[in-house]
């Protein structure tokens, strides 16, 4: 299978003073971040969001920020296609409104299918991460969706998700190599270490594939509130509650701050507080409260 041209965007080559990153750069907090940003650890971190949240892209934001921040040559790899270069082109451009523009006229930003992933909390991560750019921190972007799979036919549905799968997998090891951390944000389903089985679908997941000794991936949590996402048949897309809820009085949640939770920990929680599956994942990921984020450029899309 051919490897998706990955678009890594290089954004410095100069490392930067843990200190001084840290004022310039004003990362927001995050408790338990060591267990992530820690030199000798996993250099692969995958974030499994529910597409369609302001948290999620916000808290990769966040870790991404303290990676810069602690000196880390450092790729922030998201779960879309990048088939005519308009991510990488805004990335290394001035942001202007005209380069802006430009990225825009992709298919991810026009379809009518706004599953979360062209969201306005997604491109305002992209926009930070071109401000970056121009503050010459060492930084990459990568889009790891594998556009050459969309034109590839399959005996089976099973064979062409696995496929889909493990094509992903390969691309973010391709863009991982050469970097201290790559932090995914993909889909939590894909960053499930096990297998999805439902009616006539058996395959292994995106995270299985990964390294094992070199990965980190985590399910996410919040309190109750919205997403946007497309659901049903015939398929709608727009606001809906969000179902893996904590209680806004519980301690994880109490501080109402991003909290990194490894399953050692999760362990001390009853189960009907947290619900979580210490087999799939490595831990959660607290976000806060469950607000939607539309999609952007919603007035450049096509009817669904």
């Known amino acids: 299978m051919r490897l998706l041209a990955i ?14 990153a840290e004022a310039d ?21 995958v974030i499994g969001e529910l597409h369609g949240m302001t948290a999620p892209p916000e808290f990769v934001s966040a870790l991404t920020c303290h990676s810069l921040a602690k000196g880390l040559k450092t ?8 088939e005519d270069n308009r991510l990488a082109g805004f990335i290394e451009s001035d942001g202007s409104y005209e380069a802006e523009t430009e990225m825009l006229r992709a298919p991810m930003w026009t379809t009518g299918f706004t599953d979360g992933r062209s969201s306005e909390a997604v491109l305002s991560l992209i926009k930070t991460a071109r401000q ?10 990568t889009a790891f969706r594998d556009v050459n799979l969309a034109s590839q036919t399959f005996e089976t549905p ?20 050469d970097h201290d951390k790559t932090i995914v944000l993909v889909g939590n389903l894909h960053a499930s270490m096990g297998r999805w089985t439902y009616g006539d679908l058996d395959y292994t997941l995106m995270a299985a594939h990964l390294p094992r000794a070199r990965t980190l991936t985590f399910d996410m949590v919040a309190t109750e509130g919205t997403g946007w996402n497309c659901i049903g048949q015939p398929i709608i897309c727009g606001v809906n509650p969000y179902q893996n809820t904590i209680r806004s009085d519980h301690p994880v ?21 947290v619900r979580f599956n210490a087999e799939d994942y490595d831990g959660l990921i607290f976000m806060g409260q469950a607000v939607a984020s539309p999609p952007a450029n919603a007035d450049g899309r096509a009817p669904l």
């Open 7 to 20: 678009f890594p965007v290089y954004l410095a080559l100069m490392g930067c003073s843990s200190s001084n």
């Open 25 to 45: 750069l004003n990362c927001a907090d995050i408790i338990g971040m060591e267990a992530l940003l820690s030199p000798s650890g996993p250099d692969i971190i």
């Open 75 to 82: 790729n922030l790899a998201l779960e879309i296609y990048d």
């Open 132 to 141: 970056w750019k121009s503050e010459a921190q060492p930084l990459f972007v």
């Open 158 to 177: 099973s064979e062409g998700s696995a496929a889909f799968e493990k094509g992903m997998a390969e691309n973010i090891i391709v863009a991982s190599q």
């Open 253 to 273: 949640a109490v501080a109402n701050v991003f909290r990194v939770l490894m399953k050692d920990e999760l362990k001390t929680y009853p189960k009907t507080d």
